[in-house]
T-cell receptor, first 114, second 112 residues
Framework: GAVVSQHPSRVICKSGTSVKIECRSL??????MFWYRQFPKQSLMLMATSNEGSKATYEQGVEKDKFLINHASLTLSTLTVTSAHPEDSSFYIC??????????FGPGTRLTVL | AQSVTQLGSHVSVSEGALVLLRCNYS??????LFWYVQYPNQGLQLLLK??????LVKGINGFEAEFKKSETSFHLTKPSAHMSDAAEYFCAVSNTGNQFYFGTGTSLTVIP
């Protein structure tokens, strides 16, 4: 399967700052990537679908101006959490659609906002 | 619309005992079904998937799951639990492989 990396794996920031999380496909050209967030002891909630070269599609209730997604190439999608607040602290996971009814997930990024 | 329900947010088994994690799905079209495992602070690893081929699906680490359309179930089993199986398990459904819907997860504890 495809190998997906995320950077950074952990980030701690102050409230009000912005944080960028990178999701890279190391061996697969991904036209579609997904961003999920996962609160402690809870399931993954889809935030947005990232399409290469076009605007991301956000799920209901997800603020597009707060969670900026850029998918500028077939191997890189970025999620920027703008003006982060403590309630944004979460585990963010990206995935890519590998075709053949499968998604490949990254290792996740733990964001802590102080 | 698709959804999955995982019965039992916590399951404890003794080492060597049978593991049974339950998943029921709802789908208006023939579904694709998946089981993923997540270790602490890590992403999801695919255990197995059902994509309308054989109803009994064998996955990695000795896990298997059986698709039962009449019961709308896709329960995950393993004959003999190992300490390394302790993790969080997620069932997911998709109708295209593109949009995934995850269950709430089941935390498996293996007792020595």
């Amino acid at each position: 399967g495809a190998v997906v990396s995320q950077h950074p794996s952990r980030v701690i920031c102050k409230s009000g700052t912005s944080v960028k999380i990178e999701c890279r496909s190391l061996d697969f050209q991904a036209t579609t990537m997904f961003w999920y967030r996962q609160f402690p002891k809870q399931s993954l909630m889809l935030m947005a679908t990232s399409n290469e070269g076009s605007k991301a599609t956000y799920e209901q209730g997800v603020e597009k101006d707060k969670f900026l997604i850029n998918h500028a190439s077939l191997t890189l999608s970025t999620l920027t959490v703008t003006s982060a607040h403590p309630e944004d602290s979460s585990f963010y996971i990206c995935s890519l659609w590998g075709g053949y009814n499968e998604q490949f997930f990254g290792p996740g990024t733990r964001l802590t906002v102080l | 619309a698709q959804s999955v329900t995982q019965l039992g947010s916590h399951v404890s088994v003794s080492e060597g005992a049978l593991v049974l994690l339950r998943c029921n799905y709802s789908s208006s079209v023939p579904p694709y079904l998946f089981w993923y495992v997540q270790y602490p602070n890590q992403g999801l690893q695919l255990l197995l998937k059902y994509t309308s081929a054989a109803t009994l699906v064998k996955g990695i680490n000795g896990f298997e799951a059986e698709f039962k359309k009449s019961e709308t179930s896709f329960h995950l089993t393993k004959p003999s639990a190992h300490m390394s199986d302790a993790a969080e398990y997620f069932c997911a459904v998709s109708n295209t492989g593109n949009q995934f819907y995850f269950g709430t997860g089941t935390s498996l504890t293996v007792i020595p």
